[in-house]
């Protein structure tokens, strides 16, 4: 196949450039209108609700819903029987992505001021979360490790975890992963109805604080619905890589390095941006080349035809630029001094240096976090992280001193917005 080929220099560049990175997620009114009907029966009928969708959708019969409880031996057991290789991978990936988020935990800090009044703010863990996992043929261990690990280190106090087992299937990968990042309850419902148990809590399913973890559009749009009721990680698009390369990577490397987010689906978008016309030339040849190849380049294709691009710029300088108005979900700086491009990068999800970063790894086991903001609002949005379990309680301790002195401010202030209970709360201590 042939992919789109665009140069900055041409008449309506940029219009070009915004229509191919555009993105809506059109909210299908059936979906929706097929969501918010499941999620008031679950709210209205708790467990009963529940049981008859995953006997409609999953084909699984219970008569509670402690029958689709996974019990914590199971979890035990499906770690210990993975092959060997296996398990050591995903250990190290888990321990990578721990080592990773230990960092980023935030602590409680306070100060006084001069006459004895002391500031601070609390930080405290959430106390109970929901992690949403695809299950079935949809095996994603990566998605497990990179929610319940920074969770669990935020200090959540219990971790549920949801993920549907069509016609009685368990993955087991999954479930392994479930046992090592230290999930605390896992229950095989998925759906809708399974995001509603979690958000206004069932006789079976504890009431979460907050829903994390991908899942379908039926999924995706009962975390929006329930948003508000309880807090949610993101409402996430498709995957996007924008590589930047000068010229001086293998482009069968570069090649691959989109093939591997176009083929989550066809949605997911792929861009290279050089200023080197023959290194597009090569890379073009190598995506014909390898394509034919890929067991998925039937996704790969469509992916690519419909929002991939080779575009030529006139520098890397200009090339940066172009990567801060797309802000993309990962961007790879495939050149020979990554570190000097690196500050004019501000918006991005996740920035991978050099020749030798892959994507790919970290998505699995780098250590950063893989979910990331994407449809561009990389621009105010941050990966997923410790901090995303952590919520922050401002702390005010006046002083008999203080009293008199932020009083009688306060009560300025108050006067000059026309709230005189504001004022004369303020200036009663100080009399």
């Not at 230290?182 to 009431?207: H, S």
């Not at 329930?226 to 090649?255: Q, Y």
Request: aromatic share 4%.
């Amino acid at each position: 196949m042939k992919l789109r080929r665009l140069s900055t220099r041409e008449p309506g560049f940029d219009a070009l450039l915004a229509a191919l990175t555009h993105y809506e997620a059109a909210q299908d009114e059936a979906v929706e209108a097929t969501v918010r009907a499941i999620v008031a029966d679950v709210r209205r009928r708790g467990d009963l609700a529940v049981l008859e969708y995953t006997l409609r959708f999953d084909r699984i019969e219970a008569r509670s819903l402690a029958e689709l409880e996974v019990p914590r031996h199971a979890l035990d057991a499906a770690r210990a029987a993975l092959p060997a290789a296996q398990a050591a991978a995903l250990e190290e990936a888990a321990a990578r992505i721990r080592r990773f988020h230990e960092r980023q935990r935030a602590h409680s800090w306070d100060y006084a001021d001069d006459d004895g009044t002391t500031l601070g703010q609390r930080v405290t863990p959430l106390e109970r979360v929901g992690l949403y996992v695809p299950g079935g043929k949809a095996a994603y261990p990566s998605s497990v490790l990179m929610n319940a690990i920074p969770a669990k280190v935020a200090g959540v106090g219990e971790l549920v975890m949801v993920s549907p087992a069509p016609g009685g299937e368990r993955n087991a990968l999954v479930l392994a992963a479930a046992a090592l990042a230290g999930v605390d309850r896992v229950i095989a419902i998925g759906g809708a109805q399974a995001v509603a148990a979690l958000a206004y809590g069932t006789e079976g399913v504890p009431r979460v604080v907050k829903i994390v973890g991908p899942g379908n559009a039926y999924v995706a749009a009962a975390k929006r619905q329930v948003f508000g009721e309880v807090g949610i990680d993101m409402i996430a698009g498709p995957s996007e890589i924008l590589v930047i390369c000068d010229g001086g990577t293998d482009p069968r490397w570069i090649a691959m390095d989109l093939f591997a987010q176009a083929e989550h689906d066809e949605a997911a978008q792929a861009i290279l941006l050089s200023p080197d016309g023959a290194f597009l030339d090569a890379v073009q040849a190598a995506i014909a080349q390898l394509l034919p190849h890929m067991p998925r380049h039937a996704v790969i294709e469509a992916s690519l035809a419909g929002r991939g691009a080779l575009i030529q710029t006139g520098s890397l300088e200009e090339a940066c630029e172009i990567a801060n108005r797309v802000a993309p979900e990962h961007l790879e700086l495939s050149v020979e001094d990554p570190q000097a491009l690196l500050p004019a990068i501000r918006n991005a999800g996740a920035i991978f240096l050099g020749r030798w970063s892959s994507e790919a790894v970290g998505d699995y086991c780098a250590g950063p976090n893989h979910v990331l903001p994407t449809s561009g609002t990389a621009r105010f949005s941050s990966p997923l992280g410790v901090y995303d379990f952590q919520k922050r309680s401002s702390v005010i301790a006046v002083s008999r001193t203080g009293a008199a002195r932020l009083g009688a401010l306060a009560a300025t202030l108050a006067a000059g917005e026309g709230l005189p209970a504001h004022a004369r709360s303020a200036q009663m201590r100080a009399e």
